[in-house]
């Protein structure tokens, strides 16, 4: 866990690469990785999507996002990891319609992505050595107007000053007009014994929406 903390952005690629697909579904098992479930239940709670909607799942792993949408009649499913191999093993499993491999954050985002999507969902990227807070403005940038953007995070990155900047970051997308937040709450995440990257903790979620009429 030493490596993880220590590890600069643009290496994490190659460190999910290194980790067989299976070692980091046990992993997010271990550590109650629970944002999945807590961004599934606003989804269906606060949107009117269809399965037809565009969705865009950003650092989607193995999937297990996918899957959860899937579940749900979700069809139009898109991905992107900075891992290779975890986008190979997503589309392996079935649940999505593209998936690729890039770094979010880092003017990347593919032209064809731009505008596209009803809804971006984010989950378990919004840490240290992950995604840095400029891929924030990539998620809202993939969105229609009047798509949602749902996502969660540990709540300490949330606070204001974090060196992070996420707070920073939603705070001026939203003072220049480009989403409108509509629900925050909190939640527990993590377990009792093991390393303190993981012990309980509270999380929070947002709901947000861009400005303007869904298409």
Same mark, same amino acid.
């Given at each position: 866990? &030493?490596?993880?903390?220590?590890?600069?952005?643009e290496? $994490?690629?190659s460190?999910?690469d290194s *980790?067989k697909?299976?070692v980091?579904?046990? *992993?997010?098992?271990? $550590?109650n990785?629970?944002e999945s479930?807590?961004i599934?239940?606003?989804?269906?709670?606060?949107t009117?999507? !269809?399965?037809d909607?565009?969705?865009y &799942?950003?650092?989607?792993?193995?999937?297990?996002?996918?899957?959860?949408l899937?579940?749900?009649?979700?069809?139009?499913i898109?991905?992107?990891?900075?891992?290779?191999?975890?986008v190979?093993?997503a589309?392996?499993r079935? !649940?999505?319609?593209?998936?690729?491999? =890039?770094?979010?954050?880092?003017?990347?985002l593919p032209?064809?992505?731009l505008?596209?999507y009803?809804?971006?969902?984010? !989950?378990?990227?919004?840490v240290?050595? !992950?995604?840095?807070?400029?891929?924030?403005?990539?998620?809202?940038d993939a969105?229609?107007?009047?798509?949602y953007f749902i996502?969660?995070?540990?709540?300490y990155l949330w606070?204001?000053?974090?060196?992070?900047?996420y707070r920073?970051?939603i705070d001026?997308?939203?003072e220049?007009?480009?989403?409108?937040?509509?629900?925050?709450?909190?939640?527990?995440?993590?377990v009792?014994?093991?390393? &303190? *990257?993981?012990?309980?903790q509270?999380?929070?979620y =947002?709901v947000?929406?861009?400005p303007?009429?869904p298409q």
């Amino acid at each position: 866990m &030493d490596r993880f903390r220590s590890m600069p952005a643009e290496n $994490i690629g190659s460190f999910y690469d290194s *980790m067989k697909p299976e070692v980091y579904d046990e *992993m997010v098992r271990l $550590i109650n990785a629970t944002e999945s479930e807590q961004i599934l239940a606003k989804i269906l709670e606060r949107t009117d999507l !269809h399965a037809d909607s565009e969705i865009y &799942d950003v650092g989607c792993g193995t999937g297990l996002m996918g899957r959860l949408l899937h579940e749900q009649g979700f069809q139009q499913i898109d991905g992107m990891d900075a891992s290779e191999q975890f986008v190979s093993e997503a589309m392996r499993r079935g !649940h999505y319609r593209n998936c690729e491999s =890039f770094y979010l954050g880092e003017k990347q985002l593919p032209k064809e992505r731009l505008g596209r999507y009803d809804l971006v969902t984010a !989950h378990g990227v919004w840490v240290p050595n !992950h995604m840095p807070a400029k891929a924030i403005i990539d998620c809202v940038d993939a969105l229609k107007e009047g798509g949602y953007f749902i996502t969660a995070m540990r709540s300490y990155l949330w606070e204001k000053g974090d060196s992070n900047g996420y707070r920073d970051m939603i705070d001026a997308v939203v003072e220049e007009g480009k989403l409108s937040i509509l629900e925050t709450g909190k939640f527990m995440r993590g377990v009792e014994g093991g390393n &303190d *990257m993981f012990a309980p903790q509270e999380s929070m979620y =947002f709901v947000a929406r861009k400005p303007g009429p869904p298409q």
